[in-house]
T-cell receptor, first 116, second 114 residues
Framework: GAGVSQTPSNKVTEKGKYVELRCDPI?????LYWYRQSLGQGPEFLIY????????DSGLPNDRFFAVRPEGSVSTLKIQRTERGDSAVYLC??????????????FGPGTRLTVL | AQSVAQPEDQVNVAEGNPLTVKCTYS??????LFWYVQYPNRGLQFLLK??????LVKGSYGFEAEFNKSQTSFHLKKPSALVSDSALYFC????????????FGAGTILRVKS
């Protein structure tokens, strides 16, 4: 079946602009995660959704970052007033039943964001 | 707080030789441990996980990992390396009692030379 998909694959924007990054999880997966991976580092957790609600947003770096998942499937990560330091690969992952066990997370290919 | 250390930035091994990629972790409670592999321009791919039970876990592509509670380690191993194993490897930990957040190490580049 189809895996996790993310669009766009690449996004170049100017400092101060607003961007939206989209994630389509695997069908039927209730949990969705956003991570950010900077060059030479491992992915860093941003936010976790269980269904439509954000169960843990402790990784969002500041209030310029916001994410939604209105229907419990597709999610959008929104970044306002982008800064050069926001440049990174943004990864989305989903898993089937996180509250019932240690399911592995399935990752999408990522969106490479470059802020000029 | 959870943390993962991958002490080697890069591991070099000859094709056909055994390989080990090291990982140590820290959690408050009991850990769930994972290994992922990342190929250039591709997403992270799940290799294997430790939940409970047998300390030796077998995963995809002939990889295995050994959980050692006393040393808080979860080293990735393969008896005979292939050139195609060359990639970036990440170890990750999740605290059993503390939600679903995965904490990743910085990654180890594995280079297998023919």
């Amino acid at each position: 079946g189809a895996g996790v998909s993310q669009t766009p694959s690449n996004k170049v924007t100017e400092k101060g602009k607003y961007v939206e990054l989209r994630c389509d999880p695997i069908s039927g997966h209730t949990a969705l995660y956003w991570y950010r991976q900077s060059l030479g580092q491992g992915p860093e957790f941003l936010i976790y959704f269980q269904g439509t609600g954000a169960a843990d947003d402790s990784g969002l770096p500041n209030d310029r970052f916001f994410a939604v998942r209105p229907e419990g499937s597709v999610s959008t990560l929104k970044i306002q007033r982008t800064e050069r330091g926001d440049s990174a690969v943004y990864l989305c992952a989903s898993s089937p039943r996180p509250l019932r066990g240690p399911d592995e997370q399935f990752f999408g290919p990522g969106t490479r964001l470059t802020v000029l | 707080a959870q943390s993962v250390a991958q002490p080697e930035d890069q591991v070099n091994v000859a094709e056909g030789n055994p390989l080990t990629v090291k990982c140590t972790y820290s959690v408050s409670g009991n850990p769930y441990l994972f290994w992922y592999v990342q190929y250039p321009n591709r997403g992270l791919q799940f290799l294997l996980k430790y939940i409970t039970g047998d300390n030796l876990v077998k995963g995809s592509y002939g990889f295995e990992a050994e959980f050692n509670k006393s040393q808080t380690s979860f080293h990735l191993k393969k008896p005979s390396a292939l050139v195609s194993d060359s990639a970036l490897y990440f170890c990750a930990v999740r605290d059993m009692e503390y939600g679903n957040k995965l904490v990743f190490g910085a990654g180890t580049i594995l280079r297998v030379k023919s």
